[in-house]
């Protein structure tokens, strides 16, 4: 990074990492995609199974965000152990997430709450998912309970993580797996259980998901400030810089398509949370390849950490609410690259700043080397190396030049 560009980072900034309960913590048995993973057959390279022991080792991660000299800390609490069966509420699981998000704070750091990540309990996507209008309902319920068990210890939530993924799956089929092999898991996984509504939010037809999930958050967000009126309460969007190219380009239509109503959804919230990995190029004739010879990220799509600059604007001109970059990343076997990508990325924010938009934090994807859902364990994404088998952490080079930025009180 250029030293002689930096600022000193608005007071009250949150620099920290993130961690989704499902990817991490390891045999969430009852979810949805546990039962997805291991069909037959499956779009998934290999299942979850133990993860990376966070159930368990949670402590010995948070320790090494506090030691990264963090002060937040995005973390996930699963819906799929708190109510295991429909309106049966675990008390130990309860318990076991306040512990967590105790041992957050004693640690300085401000928990930031996923209520949902992906992931649902399996008899709530045996009865449909968000294909059904009450499931609204049932998703504020748990937030409701949660809160009710920790809501004091919340600092900042988010209902969803990428609230409009199903339309970034539409929009680039190439993220995506082809539709064929999806409609077999998901028949299969109707016939394991006998449920034919069997639904999964990352492969949910969004004409029937959405209109749903777009109540759920407005209904979660009452649920969350009717415990507690002074939690702010935000919407998180995968944003991924949509640029146009030319004349007569549908860089527009494109962003419509990526956001449908969420930009506006994202007007009632309190802030948006951004979560930015690459950009789209589009020209008159569609979605454009990166140019020849453009780096490519491990998960395949463009090296771009200046996306974030455009993601950052966009959701502040067309939303108006203060930013927070709740994910950015890079999947990479190479560490001088995520160097690379972390002080890109953060200039991009500078700029952001400098121009006078409200930009509050800046959390790493992902605190951990994890399970990138379909992909697998093969892409990595951490600031620390988890090895598979024994579950020993390794702080990677990364973490520790980040954790230099984050000491100098500089951006």
């Not at 699981?93 to 004693?106: M, V």
């Not at 639904?199 to 958050?217: H, K, N, T």
């Not at 620390?384 to 088998?389: E, K, L, N």
């Amino acid at each position: 990074m250029d030293k002689t560009s930096q600022r000193r980072a608005p007071d009250g900034f949150l620099w920290g990492s993130a961690i989704s309960a499902h990817q991490t913590e390891g045999n969430n048995v009852n979810s949805d995609v546990w039962l997805l993973e291991n069909s037959v057959p499956t779009v998934f390279e290999e299942p979850s199974g133990d993860a990376c022991d966070s159930y368990h080792r949670y402590l010995e991660d948070f320790d090494l965000a506090a030691g990264l000299g963090f002060n937040c800390h995005r973390i996930g609490i699963e819906w799929a152990r708190i109510e295991p069966a429909q309106g049966q509420f675990s008390s130990a699981a309860l318990d076991h997430y306040r512990r967590a998000l105790e041992a957050l704070h004693a640690r300085g750091l401000q928990p930031i709450v996923t209520f949902n990540h992906f992931t649902t309990p399996r008899w709530f996507a045996m009865r449909g998912g968000f294909e059904v209008a009450d499931a609204a309902d049932l998703f504020a319920r748990f937030c409701a309970r949660v809160m009710a068990s920790m809501g004091d210890l919340v600092t900042y939530a988010l209902p969803f993580n990428e609230a409009n993924i199903q339309r970034l799956f539409a929009l680039a089929r190439h993220f995506a797996t082809s539709g064929e092999e999806v409609d077999q898991m998901l028949a299969a996984a109707r016939r394991a259980t006998g449920s034919p509504a069997f639904s999964s939010i990352m492969f949910a037809p969004v004409d029937l998901c959405e209109p749903v999930m777009v109540r759920a958050q407005r209904e979660s967000y009452a649920a969350i400030k009717a415990e507690r009126t002074d939690v702010p309460v935000g919407l998180s969007l995968t944003m991924q810089d949509i640029q146009g190219i030319g004349d007569n380009n549908p860089a527009e239509l494109v962003i419509a398509s990526l956001y449908g109503p969420w930009l506006e959804v994202g007007r009632e919230m309190d802030f948006t949370g951004v979560q930015t990995y690459t950009r789209v190029l589009v020209s008159a004739s569609g979605l454009q390849r990166p140019p020849a010879g453009s780096e490519m990220t491990g998960a395949g799509y463009e090296f771009c950490p200046e996306a974030l600059k455009g993601t950052i604007r966009l959701a502040h001109e067309r939303i108006g609410k203060p930013v927070f970059v709740t994910e950015s990343g890079i999947c990479t076997d190479d560490d001088s690259r995520r160097i690379a990508f972390i002080d890109r990325a953060l200039a991009a924010v500078r700029e952001c700043l400098d121009d006078g938009i409200d930009v509050r934090s800046y959390i790493c994807w992902s605190l951990l080397d994890n399970f990138e859902w379909t992909r697998g364990y093969g892409e990595r994404f951490g600031l620390v190396d988890v090895d598979y088998q024994t579950f020993a952490r390794t702080t990677k080079p990364s973490a520790i030049h980040l954790a230099e930025t984050v000491r100098s009180g500089m951006i």
